[in-house]
């Protein structure tokens, strides 16, 4: 089993309940060689770029940006991929802490389905990248506006006047797009959404695609310098010339699910959040007093 860290948070309890599971069931545990100083050392280091294709697993420990690291990472070679949740929000994860012994050993027994995931097959100015979420353009504070062309299977459809360009998967429709006022989409459908951020001029609405549509975008002489964002890391800043080539890619990521109607039942629940203008304490004393009681007690217990 290969872990993936969050690169700042603690996580060295997770790493210690997975660590005391592995050894007593025999099971060897592998991690990027840069994160070997933040696990024990029976925990075998190896090269970034082989992590995924020596596991049969892989155990996502963060939250959702977290999770996207580790699905980029067997992009090549799909493994299933456990994440547990130590974000805050977190539409992919699934597994608390606490519930993570019995999940370990269903995953070693295969005793899960798996959720299949899509990504966006990227050619960013000649550089090869995926994205499991997004794709974006994004204008650098106080630099004007992102202007680029729109070309789907090689044919121009319009111009973009914005803040930001985001294309996203179905998965990413409930991330930048939907904060952007894109619509979301199921995770069951196959299509691309390209939405504009507080648009100025051109396209001004969300255009949904189909999956065997190429996507295209150029930006204009006379756009601003953009950073362009891949699952929400900058990967070119202050570009001011070049193209976007985006293709869809079924099958491209495996999710462990051990509930899925659970699992749907409190996205369903997190996405009502996300239009509350509350802050999260605010919604915890929202809470029953039995209910908040019991959310408090099980926050302090250390896990098992």
């Not at 309890?13 to 007593?24: D, P």
């Amino acid at each position: 089993m290969g872990l993936v860290l969050h690169p700042t948070r603690d996580v060295s309890e997770v790493v210690g309940i997975i660590e005391r599971w592995a050894s007593h069931h025999r099971k060897t545990l592998l991690v990027r060689a840069e994160d070997k100083h933040r696990v024990p050392s029976c925990v075998e280091p190896v090269p970034a770029d082989e992590l995924a294709e020596r596991a049969d697993a892989l155990i996502s420990i963060g939250g959702d940006g977290t999770m996207l690291g580790a699905l980029r990472l067997a992009v090549r070679d799909p493994k299933p991929v456990l994440g547990v949740h130590l974000g805050r929000l977190g539409f992919l994860v699934e597994v608390e802490p606490p519930d993570l012994p019995e999940a370990l050993s269903r995953l070693a027994s295969k005793d899960f389905t798996v959720e299949s995931h899509a990504c966006l097959a990227c050619d960013v100015c000649g550089d090869d990248v995926v994205a499991f979420n997004d794709i974006a353009l994004v204008r650098q504070p106080g630099s004007g506006f992102v202007t680029a062309t729109l070309a789907v299977d090689g044919q121009r459809y319009g111009y973009y006047r914005c803040d930001a360009l985001v294309v996203s998967t179905p998965t990413g429709s409930t991330a930048y797009s939907y904060a952007a006022g894109g619509p979301l989409i199921s995770p069951a459908a196959d299509a691309v959404v390209v939405t504009p951020s507080s648009p100025m001029a051109g396209i001004s609405r969300s255009v949904v695609l189909a999956p065997s549509e190429s996507i295209r975008l150029d930006l204009q002489p006379h756009s601003a310098a953009v950073a362009v964002e891949m699952d929400g890391l900058v990967i070119k800043d202050a570009a001011t010339e070049g193209a976007v080539e985006i293709h869809y890619r079924r099958d491209a990521g495996r999710v462990v699910r051990f509930d899925p109607q659970r699992y749907q039942e409190r996205n369903q629940l997190k996405l009502s959040l996300l239009d509350l203008p509350f802050l999260p304490d605010q919604l915890r004393e929202l809470l029953p007093d039995e209910l908040r009681r019991e959310r408090d007690q099980r926050e302090l217990e250390p896990p098992c």
